[in-house]
């Protein structure tokens, strides 16, 4: 099994890096992110040529792309114009290999009913980042249909852990946990009562390297997630709890909105590919304190 793992230096690539050699130990992966070394940018179709040349790979993991913070070209340009570069250099190699495609639950777009979604559900994103994941998607069913590759594709709920960055839930919260005093911190949040479904992203490395075993799983559109919808609320009083530390949240001012709500239903994962999570997300919460240097207090 010769492994091509795009994305394999960023939080989710990282935590698939690491399921991929527990799991299959013998296989030659080749890593490709324009942070690592050496770098490797796939919107540079020489480079893409280049790579794919030196991997020769078997089983293609794609996982690299961007965040919903940044701007709509940049998001564009890291989903649907990248994964078509790759695509484009693939199709020109003999036999079809096996693609996941690492999507999100943000090609859903809003839920309207509070349960679990299943795969059935329409494509409806809300923003550029949820309209630009459903291209690269679309490009990846496309070669699939022509018969150039055989597919994964997933979508990939709320991912969490300690190598996580940036302006997101979770790291935000982390740093302002950071600045308590005499054990007691301030949060403030945009939202306290939105719910999203919360899975640690080791257990989401795991997902996608079941996967790369089940043919059952081959032409099946899965939902990585855990189920279980958690409030923000709660994520940040877990937070605090594992940290020992007292929190009083609040609100920024502004307009109320009715509280959203995102959870998926993991079902399908569970009964082709024999994944279930297994990471609590108690767990995960302190393992994020812990990486963060915020200590359970005695």
């Known amino acids: 099994m010769r492994i091509l793992l795009t994305g394999s230096a960023g939080f989710l690539g990282a935590a698939i890096g690491r399921a991929i050699r527990a799991t299959f130990p013998g296989a030659e992966v080749s890593g490709a992110d324009r942070r690592a070394t050496p770098s490797t940018d796939l919107l540079d179709p020489a480079q893409v040529a280049a790579l794919v040349d030196r991997a020769k790979p078997t089983h293609v993991i794609h996982a690299a792309g961007g965040h919903g913070q940044l701007d709509v070209r940049q998001q564009f340009e890291l989903h649907a114009v990248a994964t078509e570069h790759l695509l484009k250099v693939l199709r020109a190699q003999a036999g079809a290999l096996v693609f996941i495609n690492v999507g999100s639950a943000a090609q859903y777009g809003p839920q309207r009913e509070r349960r679990p979604l299943g795969e059935d559900a329409r ?14 998607e679309l490009l990846v069913r496309a070669n699939a249909n022509s018969g150039a590759l055989r597919a ?6 709320n991912p969490i852990g300690p190598e996580q960055q940036g302006g997101l839930l979770v790291p935000t919260i982390v740093r302002q946990l950071a600045q308590a005093q005499a054990g007691r911190a301030e949060v403030v949040l945009a939202n306290l009562d939105d719910e999203r479904d919360y899975l640690d992203a080791d257990d989401v490395g795991r997902a996608v390297v079941a996967c790369l075993g089940s043919e059952r799983a081959l032409g099946q559109q899965l939902n990585v997630c855990s189920g279980s919808p958690t409030s923000v609320r709660d994520i940040a009083l877990g937070l605090a709890r594992a940290a020992g530390l007292e929190a009083t949240l609040s609100v920024i001012p502004g307009p109320p909105r009715e509280a959203s709500y995102s959870c998926g239903d993991p079902e399908k994962l569970q009964r082709l590919a024999g994944f279930r999570p297994t990471i609590p997300l108690a767990l995960s ?14």
């Open 123 to 136: 494509d409806e994103p809300a923003g550029p980042y949820g309209v630009s994941k459903v291209a690269a």
């Open 152 to 157: 994964v594709y997933l979508r990939v709920f």
């Open 285 to 298: 919460l302190e393992r994020i304190c812990a990486a963060a240097g915020l200590t359970r207090r005695q």
